[in-house]
């Protein structure tokens, strides 16, 4: 971590980016909704950033200045980086890493982060498929989940942030083998969008809300 940032500022400009990356229109409710903080500590936050020239603000609508977007991005990538460390090299159970991560991204030096990326092969997503800042990209062609249709053959490429804060989702995911890299068959789809999979012998009832937040390509 730069000395000259404290990890509040870390915590704002990684949200906002985070949120915008899953197709969220950053306003001040959804950070409410995202950090736990109230109305006026966010509203507070928000034009102190503005202010530090990491924000921009036209009308409700709050976006990442160039500076605001490197600083997030280098978060970010410490972050995600050690995600990959963690499931990779030592072991953790993947739905655990996300959590662990986010008590490493803050403390990850840049020389650290460059010897990561050596011993890790320059990965270019964490271990729930979000792209790793400053890396090339894996051209897949994914959808949201909730798009597939009875019969069709799946893949789970990504986990948005917003379900990789959902500890209760995460395990149930786990726990069924339903992970990144893992195929699975659309066995139903109820009238509400929930959907039923098969993934290898188990069956996986997810409801429409997580289908819309785990991305899949279609074969």
């Known amino acids: ?14 949200t906002i980016y985070e949120l915008s990356e ?15 903080y109230s109305a006026p500590a966010i509203s507070e936050m928000v034009n102190r950033l503005k202010k530090d020239g990491f924000l921009t603000v036209i009308g409700r609508s709050i976006s990442l200045t160039v500076e605001g977007r490197r600083l997030a991005e280098s978060v970010v990538r410490k ?4 995600e990959r460390l963690l499931t990779d090299v030592i072991g ?13 991204e803050h403390v990850i030096s840049d020389e650290v982060e460059a010897r990561l990326r050596i011993i890790l092969d320059d990965p270019s997503t964490c271990p729930h498929g979000n792209p790793i800042p400053g890396t090339v990209q894996t051209d ?9 249709r009875p019969g069709d053959q799946v893949m789970l490429r990504r ?3 917003t379900v990789e804060l959902d500890d209760t ?13 893992q195929s699975a068959k659309v066995a139903g789809k109820a009238p509400d969008g929930s959907l039923s999979l ?7 009832v997810l409801g429409s809300l997580l289908g819309e937040n785990l991305y899949v390509s279609i074969s």
């Open 92 to 104: 953790l159970p993947w739905h655990r890493a996300h959590l662990e991560a986010g008590r490493w």
């Open 169 to 181: 989702a995460m395990t149930y995911l786990s726990d069924n083998g339903f992970i990144t890299g």
């Open 140 to 148: 897949h062609s994914v959808v949201p989940l909730s798009s597939a």
């Open 159 to 161: 986990v948005t942030e």
């Open 198 to 204: 098969t993934v290898g012998k188990n069956t996986v």
């Open 1 to 14: 971590m730069r000395e000259d940032y404290h990890p509040p500022v870390e915590e704002y400009l990684t």
């Open 22 to 36: 899953d197709g969220v229109t950053v306003i001040q409710a959804r950070l409410v909704e995202r950090l736990g």
């Open 79 to 82: 972050h995600r980086l050690a």
